[in-house]
């Protein structure tokens, strides 16, 4: 299994849009290409109120290529994006790291 860390930084005012998008529809769209959900997270104390953290997994590498690669092309996807950022984006920008466990993780 390999594990993907997001954090994205939303745009000022824009963090409840952004998830409403995830809750109404990328958890599933996720789901529908074989992108495990695996945790969402906010800052409760310390570090930024602007972020969104997420996991999320995939069975390879090859695996998380294909499966982002069919996710963008969804026009569901598509749809809710461009209607999510009618008044603008949400999201300015992102980070991604692929996580390996170490070998004494209960989460492999």
Known sequence: MIHELRIYTAHPGKMGALLSRF????C???E?????NVGYWLNSI????????YIVGFESL?????????FQ???????????SE???PLVH?????ILSPTNFSPLR
């Not at 090859?62 to 069919?70: K, S, V």
């Open 23 to 26: 809750r109404d529809h990328t």
């Open 28 to 30: 599933a769209l996720f």
């Open 32 to 36: 529908k290409h074989g992108i495990s």
């Open 46 to 53: 310390g570090g930024r109120n602007d972020e969104l953290w």
């Open 62 to 70: 090859a695996h998380r290529e294909q499966a982002w690669a069919a």
């Open 73 to 83: 092309a969804d026009p569901d996807w598509q749809k809710a994006r461009a209607e």
């Open 86 to 88: 009618v008044d603008g």
């Open 93 to 97: 920008h992102l980070e991604n790291r």
